[in-house]
């Protein structure tokens, strides 16, 4: 990773960290402010995967993948942005299934990292229980409104202090004679 990545990374990273408290301060509009931030943020990553597609992906041997995981994306976007109107009860769900398939991967992820003897499975590994928590505490209070509200922002804290931590941590740099 470079300099000039690692330094967005930790601004990214404190910057997560400050809205996150931000929405703790409010937890009666939080659901809806998130659901806006995550389809937009969902529909930003989709595009971004079209347009490499569109530019580069299309030449290239499994390029189609490219174009499924953006248009994948984009749908999903538009879809959570379609759920501010929704009861926040669902929206709990739709979080929980984001995590839960987020601590999937990151499972396979610390599995493959320690199976090849690389240090990185730690930090995948903290990024797997982090998003197990979450899953579990919103599940167990989810009739709660803002619970999970808090238990979301402490998570993204969490998230955010890993990402500032694997960011100031030393990466070997292989040169290709």
Not at 18 to 44: E, K, R
Not at 99 to 125: E, S
């Amino acid at each position: 990773m470079s300099k000039t990545r690692r330094v967005w990374n930790i601004i990214l990273a404190v910057l997560n960290i400050l809205g996150a408290l931000i929405l703790m301060l409010v937890p009666d509009i939080a659901f809806l402010l998130i659901a806006i931030f995550v389809g937009f943020m969902l529909m930003g990553r989709g595009l971004k995967y079209l347009f490499y597609y569109m530019t580069q992906a299309n030449h290239m041997v499994g390029g189609k993948r490219v174009l499924l995981v953006g248009l994948f994306l984009f749908d999903f976007g538009v879809f959570v942005t379609m759920l501010v109107d929704e009861p926040q009860a669902i929206m709990i769900v739709y979080v929980v299934a984001i995590h839960l398939v987020a601590a999937v991967v990151n499972i396979i992820r610390t599995v493959g990292n320690k199976k090849d003897g690389n240090p990185g499975w730690k930090i995948d590994f903290a990024q797997f229980f982090g998003n197990l928590a979450q899953v579990v505490l919103c599940l167990v209070f989810i009739g709660h409104v803002e619970i999970p509200v808090y238990i979301y922002c402490i998570g993204e804290i969490y998230g955010s202090i890993l990402k500032i931590i694997s960011s100031c941590k030393k990466t070997a740099i292989v040169y290709v004679q």
